[in-house]
């Protein structure tokens, strides 16, 4: 277990659905990332929230969405879901800007 | 544009084998690079590399950085069928503090 709790595991939804995949970081990290990855395009950066705040975006589409709460926690919000949004969701966390992430197990999101 | 490339992109060998891992990158105001594995599912950290010339080394894994040449590799020895996975390669730069991510090595152990 490396700290960071993802749930669900697994979603599978239908194309026009909205989600939400939620992250709590490990105890004492401020940074939360959110990554997908899917086959054929690696690890793309998506989000970065450091202590409630939005520190950095990626390569977030405009139907995605995340926060970071009180407690650290995020969520990641995607809506008017397509086919090719199927991917495994990360969610990592780090004390600040160090670069040594630790994961999640991820969330692999099937759209249908 | 800021780009990461790791060679091969896959890899079949035998157990006992040596391996090298390669990751060349194109960044600005490089700060530090990465090495990852990922099995199943979550990447896990390896090694951290900022300064050139000096090896990290856990095990029968080990890493060097070549700051001149714009490189890394990742080596391992006795290769063993656990070692099995993606090897990941990512640099982090001064500019936003972001993690640019290479596509990977699949690397396959055969017994």
């Known amino acids: 277990d490396s700290g960071v709790t993802q749930t669900p595991k697994h979603l599978i939804t239908a194309t026009g659905q909205r989600v939400t995949l939620r992250c709590s970081p490990r105890s004492g990290d401020l940074s939360v990332y959110w990554y997908q990855q899917s086959l054929d395009q690696g690890l793309q950066f998506l989000i970065q929230?450091?202590?409630?705040?939005?520190?950095a975006k990626g390569n977030i589409l405009e139907r995605f969405s995340a926060q970071q709460f009180p407690d650290l926690h995020s969520e990641l919000n995607l809506s008017s879901l397509e086919l090719g949004d199927s991917a495994l969701y990360f969610c990592a966390s780090s004390v600040g800007v160090y670069p040594h992430y630790t994961f999640g197990s991820g969330t692999r999101l099937t759209v249908v | 544009e800021d780009k990461v490339v790791q060679s091969p992109l896959s890899l079949v060998v035998h157990e006992g084998d040596t391996v090298t891992l390669n990751c060349s990158y194109e960044?600005?105001?490089?700060?530090?690079l990465l090495w990852y594995k990922q099995e199943k599912k979550a990447p896990t950290f390896l090694f951290m590399l900022t300064s050139s010339g000096i090896e990290k080394k856990s095990g029968r894994l080990s890493s060097i950085l070549d700051k001149k040449e714009l490189f890394s590799i990742l080596n391992i020895t006795a290769t063993q069928t656990g070692d099995s996975a993606i090897y990941l390669c990512a640099v982090q730069t001064d500019s936003n503090y972001q993690l640019i991510w290479g596509a990977g090595t699949k690397l396959i152990i055969k017994p």
């Open positions: 929230y450091y202590n409630g705040e939005e520190r």
């Open positions: 960044v600005t105001n490089f700060r530090s």
